[in-house]
């Protein structure tokens, strides 16, 4: 059996190829969220008494996994590091597949930010409304910022100092500018997530020469990367 680790649409393609069968798995962050045709859905994470390592091995060893395909977020590094210790461990194939990154031009107002603090010190001087699309989880970090703080989330969540958009992509290129317009952005602050479908608001705030303030991708130390170029395209092994 695969276990495939999922929450994004290249997990839902994947998994409508796969021709083995398989457990689509996500954390079920969004309601009502997509999943692979025909697939056995597991929701919710594999902790046991806050014990993520030994619940995915009790997981994979009771339902006979064989095979890890994860292709979570490039951001989900919790369980990306966790799925790398118990592979290891269990000694069992896994693969990662990412999204290949977005790419600075050198014209691009785009600044590399290794952490919140250090974004939260790069906004420091700007004023007025500023795009966030961290996801819900962040904006906890960003609540004592001067600037007003637009949030768009999957899910609605209280901003201290702004206030939140609640909606679920994909987003045109008409939308994004619309969004531009209404709000006056004079920030995006952002994660380098990759692929095509949420590429539409770095392309705007790039016409606008709009500062973009882009949080690093944390460190993946998984040992069988398959990156996912922008067109979606991947090879199954």
Known sequence: MILLLGGTRDAIKIGEQLT?????????????????????VRIGGFSEQ??????L???????????????????????????????????IETIRYIRKEWQKNNDDDWINCKDSNEIKQK???????????????????????????????????????????VDKGPYSINNEQLLFDKYNFQALVCKNSGGDMNYNKIAVAIK??????????????????????PNNSFMLT
Request: positive net charge; aromatic residues 8%.
């Open 57 to 91: 091995k009790n997981y994979i060893i009771k339902n006979n996994i064989t095979k890890i395909i994860n292709a979570t977020h490039p951001y989900a590094s919790n369980i990306t590091n966790t799925v790398n210790i118990v592979s290891q461990e269990l000694d």
């Open 50 to 55: 806050n014990d993520s390592i030994n619940g």
């Open 123 to 165: 906004l420091a001087n700007i004023k007025g409304n500023v795009f966030f699309t961290l996801g819900a989880k962040s904006m906890g970090d960003y609540n004592d910022l001067n600037c007003y703080v637009i949030a768009r989330t999957v899910k609605k969540i209280p901003i201290n100092n702004g206030e939140c958009l």
């Open 20 to 40: 083995q069968p398989y457990i689509y798995s996500i954390a079920g962050v969004t309601d009502n969220p997509a999943t692979p045709k025909n697939a056995q």
């Open 208 to 229: 606008r020469k709009i500062p973009i303030f882009m949080l690093d991708r944390p460190q993946d130390n998984s040992k069988n990367i398959l990156e996912i170029m």
